[in-house]
């Protein structure tokens, strides 16, 4: 029996191995697919639809998230849990969706440079997306713009700068 632990051990360590030099190979053919497409388009969190934001927040709080930012008496609150992100937001989104914050890093701070909202919104256009919120471009600014990916997951791009 102990032979075939360990064998089951190898075999799992190669099986992790492989997974592990799948992932690197895949995200660098993405990396290398993407060329001069990459896009910058600042931090990444989910926006939550809750319904009662004390409960939501009370929750979160108990798997380790802190509030960054955020006002729960204009029923939104921003939370952090180290690279995880996640906005609660009652009577504000009809469902849950994917945020990008141009101007807005990870780790709460503000880059000095970023891309600007609607140069990102001006180069979907030209490759097709359509928007189902635009910024308006002749403004500077705070502004954002919306789409919905092929799977009908809302997407926001939400400059707050």
């Known amino acids: 029996m102990k032979n075939g632990l360990t064998i089951l051990g190898?075999?799992?360590?190669?099986?992790?191995?492989?997974?592990?030099?799948?992932?690197?190979?895949?995200?660098?053919?993405?990396?290398?697919?993407?060329?001069?497409?990459?896009?910058?388009?600042?931090?990444?969190?989910?926006?939550?639809?809750?319904?009662?934001?004390?409960?939501?927040?009370?929750?979160?709080?108990k798997?380790?998230?802190?509030?960054?930012?955020?006002?729960?008496?204009?029923?939104?609150?921003?939370?952090?849990?180290?690279?995880?992100t996640i906005g609660l937001f009652q009577g504000m989104f009809e469902r849950n969706c994917l945020t990008f914050n141009p101007g807005w890093a990870n780790d709460g701070n503000h880059p000095d440079e970023f891309?600007?909202?609607r140069e990102i919104q001006k180069r979907l256009k030209a490759d097709g997306i359509t928007l189902t919120q635009e910024a308006d471009e002749t403004t500077a600014g705070p502004a954002h713009c919306a789409m919905v990916d092929p799977d009908g997951n809302p997407v926001l791009i939400d400059q707050h700068r």
């Open 10 to 61: 190898v075999a799992a360590a190669l099986m992790v191995a492989s997974c592990n030099n799948s992932a690197r190979t895949e995200s660098s053919q993405f990396r290398v697919s993407q060329g001069d497409n990459n896009m910058e388009l600042g931090a990444f969190s989910v926006s939550l639809a809750v319904k009662d934001i004390a409960a939501s927040r009370a929750f979160y709080e």
């Open 115 to 117: 891309t600007d909202v």
């Open 63 to 84: 798997l380790g998230f802190k509030k960054i930012h955020g006002d729960q008496s204009q029923n939104w609150l921003i939370l952090q849990n180290g690279a995880s």
